[in-house]
T-cell receptor, first 112, second 113 residues
């Protein structure tokens, strides 16, 4: 079956680093995406990995290991505005049109 | 440039009614996907359309249907509404299908009473 797992909630202090892990089991794989979603708003794209390794974009980095079915999103120098839900999504290729499968999201709470 | 736009923003319906939600993709994007997001959960895939044809369907009953128009905008229709259909309905657009980033609209909040 299809399964994407990520922790429900994480708390960290302003200025610190937080790592959000995501493990997946899907029938196919055509990329892993991370989205940020503030309460009541649309998900906004953060990063995309299709090959193994680390992708860095400013304070955010994302890592992928396809053999382990594992990714993480690293948030550095946390700011209060980073308090949000972070969604891990895998694009499968079950039917060659690659629909997105989302995890339930990790709620990150940044405290002063 | 305008992002993905959805209408209406909020909607209240009663059980058994029908609803139509609308989505306009980013200019130049030919693929539109629909998702249902229940509070506290990630978005669940409903449909994907590309060049006016259905390219994918999630595990939703036949009460859910959609279509894409020649200008690439899309409608999601839900018949015989149930209380459990209350959710945020998100539309996402992308240039094509394979591997492209999906950009989301702000969603339509549907409440079924």
């Amino acid at each position: 079956g299809q399964n994407i797992d990520q922790p429900t909630e994480m708390t960290a202090t302003e200025g610190a680093i937080v790592q959000i892990n995501c493990t997946y089991q899907t029938s196919g794989f055509n990329g892993l995406f991370w989205y940020q979603q503030h309460a009541g708003e649309a998900p906004t794209f953060l990063s995309y990995n299709v090959l193994d390794g680390l992708e860095e974009k400013g304070r955010f980095s994302s890592f992928l290991s396809r053999s382990k079915g594992y990714s993480y999103l690293l948030l550095k120098e946390l700011q209060m505005k980073d308090s949000a839900s972070y969604l891990c999504a895998v694009r499968d290729q079950e039917n060659s049109w690659g629909k997105f499968q989302f995890g339930a999201g990790t709620q990150v709470v940044v405290t002063p | 440039d305008a992002g993905v736009t959805q209408s209406p923003t909020h909607l209240i319906k009663t059980r058994g009614q029908h609803v139509t939600l609308r989505c306009s993709p980013i200019s130049g994007h030919k693929s539109v996907s629909w998702y249902q997001q229940v509070l506290g959960q990630g978005p669940q895939f409903i449909f994907q359309y590309y060049e006016k044809e259905e390219r994918g369907r999630g595990n939703f009953p036949d009460r859910f249907s959609a279509r894409q128009f020649p200008n690439y905008s899309s409608e999601l229709n839900v018949n015989a509404l149930l209380l459990g259909d209350s959710a945020l309905y998100l539309c996402a657009s992308s240039l094509a299908t394979g591997g492209n980033i999906q950009y989301f609209g702000a969603g339509t909040r549907l409440s079924v009473l």
